[in-house]
């Protein structure tokens, strides 16, 4: 079981910025990919960027330029750094792993609010 402890999200003006961190905790191995994921009302699940544990990284195109993903391996934390933030960044951001190989089930966080105003 792996357990993902989000932080950060809230309100911020278009324009601004906000950051976002993710723990893992339990069984945690060495290959794996964690990333962030949103979902905005009435839409469906959508990647946003993902890095793998060798530094692999992937962004949507809509936020390339704009966000920015990190990790620290030794204490299985990933970051979403997030730039010029726009209205349509609203969303619920969830944070995921997965093994990599992949065996077995994602896991996900609880989600954290984005909300970016006009």
């Known amino acids: 079981q792996v357990q993902l402890t989000e932080s950060g999200g809230g309100l911020v003006q278009a324009g601004g910025s906000l950051r976002l961190s993710c723990a893992a905790s339990?069984?945690?191995?060495?290959?794996?990919?964690m990333g962030w994921y949103r979902q905005a009302r009435g839409k469906q699940r959508e990647l946003v960027a993902t890095m793998t544990s060798g530094g692999t990284t992937n962004y949507a195109d809509s936020v390339k330029g704009r966000f920015t993903i990190s990790r620290d391996n030794a204490k299985n934390t990933v970051t979403l750094q997030m730039n010029s933030l726009k209205p349509e960044d609203t969303a619920v951001y969830y944070c995921?792993?997965?093994?990599?190989?992949?065996?077995?089930?994602?896991?996900w966080g609880k989600g954290t609010l984005v909300t970016v105003s006009s």
């Open positions: 995921n792993y997965a093994r990599r190989p992949a065996f077995g089930m994602d896991y």
């Open positions: 339990g069984s945690i191995f060495s290959g794996n990919v």
